[in-house]
């Protein structure tokens, strides 16, 4: 079973995933973590990649790059997954966050594109989708994600509020975007069974708590199948 963190830098996705896997494994589950895009420390491929986006200055090589990333990234999921279909997957990020940081038009044609060579990830019971105020997200990690360093702290503010607003949109179409199954119908390569938006500014302990018993629900769910 597959679990989809996404939000902006800031909102939580870490920590959240952290508590998560520290209560899973005390409760006798597998379950291991991924990260979309910065995953994968042990693949020359993503590391070599990494090295040369730091690098790039033109948007479409970086797009291209991000991808083989993501590509080894979810070949090396679907793989753990066939390997232990009893474990639980914790993603944080997914081609959700790509969509939302990739608002360059003269690059959208180009992601299109090649976002249909990802590998298809199915069985997301659930991406969880964590709400914050774009101010609190940049009070808690001021300094910013890498992409920002050059910014002022106001520039960087309004980046988080930009993205944001994109963030939400993009949620909205997918809500309304339901089928009559339930699922999700999206053109991200992701088989999403629930949507469910949480308030990133409730405690940690709350936040895990809430997950935890969607996770339990779908676990009983799947045993009584």
Not at 121 to 127: D, F, G, H
Request: glycine share 4%.
């Amino acid at each position: 079973m597959i679990y989809i963190f996404e939000g902006i830098d800031g909102c939580g996705k870490t920590s959240l995933i952290n508590a998560l896997e520290d209560s899973l494994r005390i409760d006798g589950f597998k379950v291991k973590s991924f990260s979309d895009g910065v995953g994968l420390d042990g693949s020359v491929v993503a590391e070599n990649m990494r090295s040369a986006l730091k690098q790039s200055d033109d948007d479409i090589s970086k797009l291209m790059m991000i991808q083989i990333i993501r590509i080894e990234l979810y070949k090396e999921i679907i793989k753990y997954q066939s390997e232990n279909p009893d474990a639980i997957i914790l993603l944080s990020r997914s081609t959700i966050s790509s969509a939302v940081y990739n608002d360059n038009k003269d690059t959208d044609y180009v992601y299109d594109s090649i976002l249909c060579t990802t590998p298809y990830l199915r069985n997301i019971k659930n991406l969880f989708y964590l709400k914050i105020n774009p101010e609190v997200a940049f009070n808690r990690d001021p300094n910013g994600p890498d992409y920002s360093k050059t910014f002022s702290d106001n520039n960087k503010l309004i980046e988080l509020t930009r993205l944001s607003t994109r963030y939400d949109n993009l949620i909205r179409s997918m809500e309304i975007s339901l089928d009559s199954s339930g699922k999700i119908s999206s053109h991200y390569n992701l088989n999403i069974n629930k949507l469910t938006v949480l308030d990133a500014e409730d405690s940690l302990d709350n936040l895990s708590n809430l997950v935890n018993f969607e996770i339990m629900s779908d676990w009983i769910l799947r045993l009584n199948k």
